[in-house]
């Protein structure tokens, strides 16, 4: 089990950028694929981004970000990032960090969760 603690989210205008952090507890982080989705009002949660475990390893993303956003890794620092460039109003949503045993894009994949960090971008 690993515990994680998301940092970043705030409230920006559209055109800007956030880079989202988490930050992994234990030993184990290099063993674990990271991955990030968000949940809008009223929607359900979706997929963002993962990576595989180790740092510069595969990565994968929704189609709806892709080419804005960047998942990376640092296995020194168990930290696993999101920078997230040209933000859109609809990219407003809690984020959430979480950590499972392998590349996938479906929730039930991933097996820890953070608690989450709004990100509100307005127009």
């Known amino acids: 089990q690993v515990m994680l603690v998301e940092s970043g989210g705030g409230s920006v205008q559209a055109g800007a950028s956030l880079r989202l952090s988490c930050a992994a507890s234990g030993r184990t982080f290099s063993r674990y694929a990271m991955g990030w989705f968000r949940q809008a009002p009223g929607k359900e949660r979706e997929f963002v981004a993962a990576?595989?475990?180790?740092?510069?390893?595969?990565?994968y993303y929704a189609d709806s970000v892709k080419g804005r956003f960047t998942i990376s890794r640092d296995n020194a620092k168990n930290t696993v990032y999101l920078q997230m460039n040209s933000l859109k109003p609809e990219d407003t949503a809690v984020y959430y960090c979480?950590?499972?045993?392998?590349?996938?894009?479906?929730?039930?994949?991933?097996?820890?969760w953070g608690q989450g960090t709004q990100v509100t971008v307005s127009s």
């Open positions: 979480t950590a499972g045993p392998g590349l996938g894009y479906r929730s039930y994949e991933y097996t820890d």
């Open positions: 990576i595989s475990s180790w740092s510069g390893g595969s990565t």
